[in-house]
């Protein structure tokens, strides 16, 4: 079974600091990484995705992020953190390996960014 | 275009009652999943429908969780009878076809509340 692990429930930053919030999967092949956003009292929504090819992504709000195969992590990073980045960020993995696509988040990693 | 839509958005019962949660996806999505947000933890998938079809229940606690999508539009999640580790928020996302890059489009969610 696959797994997602999220490293640090808390991360924070001053404004305008480099944004790195880690993610590491376990998976028997590489899977579709997905990064979601939620802020409070919000639904989740895709910051970005990894599904094949160039394996640095770009995806909203300067946020971008690394598929490393031998390392199996997808880390998100931002090189100067807003306010507005305040959130809950969620990495996922859907793994292609059983036939049917289940997605798995992480625990989840809260963003805290201070003036 | 319309997002996900979820109702009611707040539910307070007491133990061993009935609720059930609605969910009206984005229009010509295929998948509808169902997840389970616990307090301080990332989203478990609880029931996967494409069309009005079900792809994966694996992690729907039958004895008291059903879920249905008759038309394969909305959807309905009922907890019958609830217990206090029900508490949590009730998430819906919707996606366009049933592969594992394919982007999820979350509702706002409905916090449950057992007393």
């Known amino acids: 079974a696959q797994s997602v692990t999220q490293l640090g429930s808390h991360v924070s930053v001053s404004e305008g600091a480099l944004v790195l919030l880690r993610c590491n999967y376990s998976?028997?092949?590489?899977?579709?990484l997905f990064w979601y956003v939620q802020y409070p009292n919000q639904g989740l929504q895709l910051l970005l995705k990894y599904t094949t090819g160039a394996t640095l992504v770009k995806g909203i709000n300067g946020f971008e992020a690394e598929f490393k195969k031998s390392e199996t992590s997808f880390h998100l990073t931002k090189p100067s953190a807003h306010m507005s980045d305040a959130a809950e960020y969620f990495c996922a993995v859907s793994d292609p390996s059983g036939g049917s696509y289940i997605p798995t988040f992480g625990r989840g990693t809260s963003l805290i960014v201070h003036p | 275009e319309a997002g996900v839509a979820q109702s009611p958005r707040y539910k307070i019962i007491e133990k061993r009652q009935s609720v059930a949660f609605w969910c009206n996806p984005i229009s010509g999505h295929a998948t509808l999943y169902w997840y389970q947000q616990i307090l301080g933890q990332g989203p478990k998938l609880l029931i996967q429908f494409q069309n009005n079809g079900v792809v994966d229940d694996s992690q729907l606690p039958k004895d008291r969780f059903s879920a249905e999508r008759l038309k394969g539009v909305d959807s309905t999640l009922k907890i019958q009878p609830a217990k206090l580790e029900d508490s949590a928020v009730y998430l819906c996302?919707?996606?366009?076809?049933?592969?594992?890059?394919?982007?999820?489009?979350f509702g706002p969610g409905t916090r449950l509340t057992v007393l």
């Open positions: 998976s028997s092949v590489p899977p579709y």
């Open positions: 996302a919707s996606s366009l076809g049933l592969a594992g890059f394919d982007t999820q489009y």
